[in-house]
């Protein structure tokens, strides 16, 4: 229950509404518990009234005449106090809840800003769905404890303390008889709503599985064609579908006890009443009214004593999530520094006998590594794959901190610098490609402050994607990804590497981004880029070497070392690895020629 305490803080933001939200219950308490008593009053009438006909014939008439007012005078206070309840269940209600709506938002943005800031290294350790979860569903249940549980609770403590003291004030035995059946039912309720609870949630994991299941089914759908599975899945489909029915049935089966279950125990403390209240008013201990009164205090009574096991059960429902949430909410990130340096990036890069282990896997990806690259120069990282790469492109715009040594940019320490700052000013084009499902405009300019068609048309230009996007029907304006059109692996890296470019950075990062397009393109792309990354900082990493780009300087990774360091005559000349990988690449390419 500790974890519900962090909602401490959401409470004390909206406090006032939280504090008038507790006196519209109190007033509507007031009100609704103090109708009985004119009930009371109006049955006890008419009996004294009845009582006195009989002795005098002639004033039959004036006595109904009389009653009939008396009647009318009671029936508009009740209906006044009726008037006044409902007017503050009203506002209690638009109080509570909405201040619970109120938490809800601001514990969703704080969560979605929260998980913005944590780093790689926790994206790697939790997956999406996970994280979806706690932003929307623990959220909602946080929600529910917020309030119906807590309006409900407080609600019935109120009314359970005014209904009380108004029936031990008539007749505490009598009162007796109404109080005891409440906590068995309250009791009941809950064992029932825990029972629904594990129900309806074995009901949600499997209809998440059905879910799963077809959006695989659809997505797979060309590999279940061609392999001629559509029995199986279907038979598979069924076969789940036909457990969420049974599921269903069973879950029904447990709801259809609940309101036969409240009404059996209202109904019999209801017997008791009638039963025992007769015989006092046979004592003359209680009215024929008081009986009315305290029929009616019951049926008060019941709605928010079964509702009590509801909300106990809500609120431990609640501290899971709560403490789910706050397990993400207290992860602190690592890498990211707000107060650091803003300055302008000039371009140098400096590695310090760096290594990096990946913490989860213990993997040592990156070996006693040190380079420096000063501003303005163009290097290139050549290696095999797992050799290191990208895990060094992750280091310079720091996606992860480094286990040993330092990474400078211009002279300072990476760590010192203000992260955000830093990487606005790096074109990072990761390995992963990821676009967003807007349009193509959208994407090449993205981070950048105007989004214009000119901007965009610039970049990819530079890019060599424009004439290829031109073809396209919808041109700049066709929509990308799930919602919009397929592009091939080479297109998609060109629009990264556009978008990259149109932040206009003096460092650029390029991973391994030309690996999905064709020779020819690439050629063509080489030619390009050779040109528009002139002036700027690039370190260009790549499985395939770039013959038709100067580079200052080529690094050969292997196994997270640096293998080899020079330009690329030097490196040929020297005979190792980047000359043997140079020679197995020509050599393909003169027999593709020699073939065409
Ligand atoms: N997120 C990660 N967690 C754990 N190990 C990783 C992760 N990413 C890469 N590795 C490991 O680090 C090594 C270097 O990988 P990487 O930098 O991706 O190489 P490259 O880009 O040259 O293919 C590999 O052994 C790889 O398995
Ligand atoms: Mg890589």
Same mark, same amino acid.
């Given at each position: ?111 979605y800003?929260?998980?913005q ?11 999406t ?65 825990? *029972? /629904? !609870? ?8 499997? &209809?998440? %599985?059905?879910?799963?299941? =077809?959006?695989?089914?659809?997505s ?103 403490? *789910? /949430? !706050? ?8 890498? &990211?520094? %707000?107060?650091?340096?803003? =300055?302008?990036v ?32 163009r ?14 492109a992750?280091?310079?715009i ?22 955000g700052?830093?990487r606005h000013q790096i074109g990072f084009v990761p390995q992963d490609i990821f676009l967003f499902s807007e349009s193509i405009q959208e994407n090449v300019n993205f981070g950048a402050e105007t989004s214009t068609l000119e901007r965009a048309a610039i970049y990819a230009d530079h890019a060599s994607i424009h004439e290829e996007i031109k073809q396209f029907p919808q041109g700049y304006e066709t929509v990308v990804g799930e919602r919009g059109v397929t592009l091939s692996g080479g297109q998609k890296q060109r629009i990264s590497i556009a978008r990259a470019l149109a932040k206009e950075p003096n460092i650029l990062i390029l991973d391994d981004c030309l690996s999905a397009v064709d020779a020819a393109t690439e050629k063509q792309i080489e030619k390009n880029l050779d040109k528009v990354l002139a002036g700027k900082t690039s370190l260009i990493i790549t499985?395939?070497?770039f013959?038709l780009m ?47």
């Amino acid at each position: 229950m500790k974890h519900l305490l962090t909602l401490g803080k959401y409470f004390a933001q909206h406090k006032w509404r939280v504090l008038s939200g507790f006196v519209f219950i109190i007033l509507a308490n007031l009100f609704k518990t103090y109708n009985p008593t004119v009930v009371r009053g109006a049955v006890d009438n008419v009996i004294a009234k009845l009582a006195g006909i009989h002795t005098t014939v002639d004033g039959k008439a004036d006595v109904l005449a009389q009653l009939g007012v008396t009647l009318l005078i009671f029936l508009a206070t009740y209906i006044a106090v009726a008037l006044l309840e409902g007017f503050f269940t009203f506002m209690m209600r638009q109080t509570i809840i909405v201040v619970s709506r109120l938490i809800e938002y601001d514990m969703k943005n704080d969560m979605y800003a929260h998980y913005q800031k944590l780093d790689l290294a926790f994206y790697r350790k939790n997956n999406t769905g996970d994280l979806m979860n706690r932003i929307t569903e623990d959220v909602s249940r946080v929600r529910m404890f917020i309030g119906p549980s807590l309006m409900y609770s407080a609600n019935l403590v109120c009314m359970f303390m005014l209904c009380t003291v108004a029936m031990i004030r008539v007749n505490w035995q009598l009162a007796l008889f109404v109080l005891i059946p409440m906590p068995f039912l309250s009791l009941l309720i809950y064992l029932l709503n825990n *029972r /629904i !609870n594990k129900g309806s949630e074995e009901l949600q994991r499997k &209809l998440s %599985d059905i879910t799963t299941n =077809a959006q695989e089914s659809y997505s797979g759908i060309r590999v279940i064609q061609a392999y001629v599975q559509e029995k199986a899945m279907l038979g598979f489909f069924e076969k789940e579908s036909d457990e969420y029915k049974q599921l269903s049935m069973k879950l029904a089966r447990i709801e259809s006890f609940y309101f036969p279950l409240i009404t059996f125990i209202v109904g019999l403390s209801m017997s008791i009443i009638v039963y025992v209240g007769g015989i006092y008013v046979g004592h003359g201990k209680v009215s024929m009214g008081n009986i009315a009164e305290f029929i009616m205090y019951l049926n008060m009574l019941t709605f928010p004593v079964s509702a009590l096991g509801w909300a106990v059960s809500l609120t431990q429902r609640a501290a899971v999530s709560m403490e *789910r /949430i !706050n397990q993400f909410m207290d992860v602190q990130p690592t890498v &990211l520094n %707000d107060d650091g340096i803003k =300055a302008t990036v000039m371009g140098a890069i400096e590695f310090k006998n760096v290594d990096f282990v990946y913490a989860d896997t213990g993997i040592h990806a990156i070996r006693n590594v040190s380079f420096k690259i000063p501003a303005g120069q163009r290097w290139a990282v050549v290696g095999k794959t797992g050799s290191g790469k990208t895990t060094l492109a992750d280091l310079c715009i720091r996606m992860y901190d480094a286990t040993k040594g330092e990474i400078k940019i211009d002279d300072i320490d990476i760590r010192n610098w203000n992260t955000g700052q830093l990487r606005h000013q790096i074109g990072f084009v990761p390995q992963d490609i990821f676009l967003f499902s807007e349009s193509i405009q959208e994407n090449v300019n993205f981070g950048a402050e105007t989004s214009t068609l000119e901007r965009a048309a610039i970049y990819a230009d530079h890019a060599s994607i424009h004439e290829e996007i031109k073809q396209f029907p919808q041109g700049y304006e066709t929509v990308v990804g799930e919602r919009g059109v397929t592009l091939s692996g080479g297109q998609k890296q060109r629009i990264s590497i556009a978008r990259a470019l149109a932040k206009e950075p003096n460092i650029l990062i390029l991973d391994d981004c030309l690996s999905a397009v064709d020779a020819a393109t690439e050629k063509q792309i080489e030619k390009n880029l050779d040109k528009v990354l002139a002036g700027k900082t690039s370190l260009i990493i790549t499985h395939r070497i770039f013959s038709l780009m100067y580079f200052d300087n080529i690094l050969v990774l292997d196994n997270g070392a640096i293998a080899e360091s020079g330009t690329h005559e030097q490196l040929v000349a020297a005979g190792g690895i980047y000359a043997e990988l140079y020679e197995k690449q020509a050599a393909t390419e003169m027999a593709e020629d020699a073939s065409k």
